[in-house]
């Protein structure tokens, strides 16, 4: 596999930020420096690594020519790229390419964009409709926007992380798409939750039930990916009920700023949001079945 000269470095290494650095690592990338706001977690990585275990975000910018970042949500893109924080990426921005593959606002990566493009450098969103294997493996689904010439200097890089890879347009576009993914997953998970519980509620065998749910419309990537963890009530987390309420808000948030009403979405979105406010918001996002089977936990007691 061919290698950039690029020198790599990583904002936000969760789930998907540590096994998309430890994926480049594996096939020749130089990754340099990583930054965490848990410390602990960046200082376990950097050493499994062999990169720096940075103080700042800063420092990442510093000691790499390219910077992914994997935060949770706006709050969290405008504070690594804050203009009025010496620690922030923007101070060493002049150069550098920064590739946000975090599952922010479209308004968001635009204002981003803007930003760094002021200071000098480049930015590119890379929106992943992936999961935590896939990232680890090199086989993630990876939706690009920004300018033609950022997705040109960080193709060679994103080809090493992923099977299938995308330029879906300027920025903001292809966080629309994503957002959009996103949004229908969710309503389909919460859909199959429902139809679980009520299978559960009326006496039928929830095997036999996904059977015939995977033999006919009632198909989806959710029942092959979400019914059996229902069952049997694993949530080994993947994507989190945390993230799904946040990805949810995002969807109802385009839909009323275009005039649409979106009813399937927002009850989703409400649904995530009682999730999250029981204190389930760390599990997988199959744990909404917890919401839908009426002898587990009521969020209502």
């Known amino acids: 596999m061919a290698q950039s000269m690029e020198r790599i470095g990583f904002v936000g290494v969760g789930r998907m930020g540590a096994n998309m650095a430890r994926r480049l690592k594996d096939v020749g990338g130089v990754v340099t420096a990583i930054y965490d706001v848990d410390a602990a977690r960046a200082a376990s990585l950097s050493q499994e690594l062999g990169a720096e275990c940075a103080k700042t975000p800063a420092r990442v910018a510093e000691l790499a020519t390219v910077v992914f970042t994997v935060v949770t949500d706006d709050t969290g893109m405008r504070a690594i790229f804050s203009d009025e924080d010496s620690a922030s990426l923007l101070t060493q921005a002049n150069g550098r390419l920064f590739v946000n593959c975090a599952t922010v606002s479209p308004e968001v990566h635009i204002e981003m964009e803007a930003l760094i493009e002021q200071k000098g450098g480049q930015s590119l969103e890379a929106c992943m409709a992936s999961s935590i294997p896939q990232a680890r493996e090199g086989s993630l ?161």
């Open 141 to 301: 689904y990876l939706m690009c926007g920004g300018n033609p010439d950022s997705f040109d200097r960080a193709k060679p890089i994103l080809e090493m992380l992923s099977a299938n890879l995308l330029y879906i347009g300027q920025a903001g576009q292809a966080a629309k798409v994503k957002a959009l993914v996103n949004m229908v997953m969710n309503i389909n998970t919460a859909g199959l939750a429902e139809g679980l519980g009520l299978g559960a509620a009326l006496g039928l065998d929830l095997t036999m039930l996904q059977e015939v749910f995977s033999q006919t419309g009632a198909a989806s990537r959710v029942l092959e990916t979400d019914g059996a963890d229902m069952q049997s009530r694993d949530y080994e987390c993947y994507f989190s009920a945390a993230h799904a309420a946040k990805d949810a808000g995002i969807a109802c948030e385009m839909a009323e700023s275009v005039g649409l009403v979106s009813p399937l979405a927002k009850a989703t979105w409400e649904q995530y949001q009682r999730l999250v406010a029981i204190g389930k918001g760390e599990l997988d996002k199959s744990a909404i079945a917890e919401l839908t089977f009426s002898d587990r936990q009521n969020p209502e007691q």
